[in-house]
């Protein structure tokens, strides 16, 4: 399976794990994923094609959010 990390502000890639010996479940393990509640893995990694999106943030996005917060809300808005 190949891990995509995706800026769920700006959609830029940030990077690829490809990793075909995990199941989902290894991923969600070794991602860091496997104590959050179900509703809140699947907002951060999404099945896409034949691979998954995970959504983080870039460096970019980050510096913008923390000097703007009022950011954040507009883009879960927008979401
Ligand atoms: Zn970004």
Redesign the pocket.
């Known amino acids: 399976m190949r891990f995509e990390y995706v800026?769920r502000?700006?959609?830029?890639k940030i990077g690829a794990v490809e990793a075909p010996h995990w199941s989902l479940g290894d991923a969600m393990e070794r991602l860091g994923l496997h104590h959050l509640e179900p509703d809140h893995q699947w907002d951060v990694i999404r099945p896409r094609d034949n691979q998954f999106e995970i959504q983080t943030?870039?460096d970019?996005?980050e510096q913008a959010v923390a000097m703007h917060p009022e950011l954040l809300l507009e883009g879960s808005i927008i979401q």
């Open positions: 800026c502000y700006c959609r830029q943030v870039c970019a996005c």
